[in-house]
Nanobody
Framework: QVQLVESGGGLVQPGGSLTLSCAVS????????MGWYRQAPGKERELVAT???????NYADSVKLRSTISRDNAENTVTLQMNSLKPEDTAIYYC??????????WGKGTLVTVSS
């Protein structure tokens, strides 16, 4: 059974940085894409950043200039580095994986709170 385990959330001051990591456990034949989504209170879940097996990246406009997503294909991990954090970045961040035949997996989420 494939599971995604997120780490790195917490309380960060405005202007600060954080790194979110996601590790895949369990057997999976192929990973096409991994990434991060977030859901703020009262809002729908939205894309933050994704990265394909070929390392093609896609970012939300709101984070594009201050975020970097990276992936270790050998270790099946994905990392999101975010800088210059703003209160509006406060959300639960979810790791996402798309594998063979479009199968999609989600982590349980990690809370990021940006506040002074």
């Amino acid at each position: 059974q494939v599971q995604l385990v997120e780490s790195g959330g917490g309380l960060v001051q405005p202007g600060g940085s954080l790194t979110l990591s996601c590790a895949v456990s369990g057997s999976i034949l192929r990973i096409d894409s991994m990434g991060w989504y977030r859901q703020a209170p009262g809002k729908e879940r939205e894309l933050v950043a994704t990265i394909t097996s070929g390392r093609r990246t896609n970012y939300a406009d709101s984070v594009k200039l201050r975020s970097t997503i990276s992936r270790d294909n050998a270790e099946n991990t994905v990392t999101l580095q975010m800088n210059s954090l703003k209160p509006e970045d406060t959300a639960i961040y979810y790791c996402n994986l798309i594998g063979s035949y479009g199968l999609e997996y989600w982590g349980k989420g990690t809370l990021v709170t940006v506040s002074s």
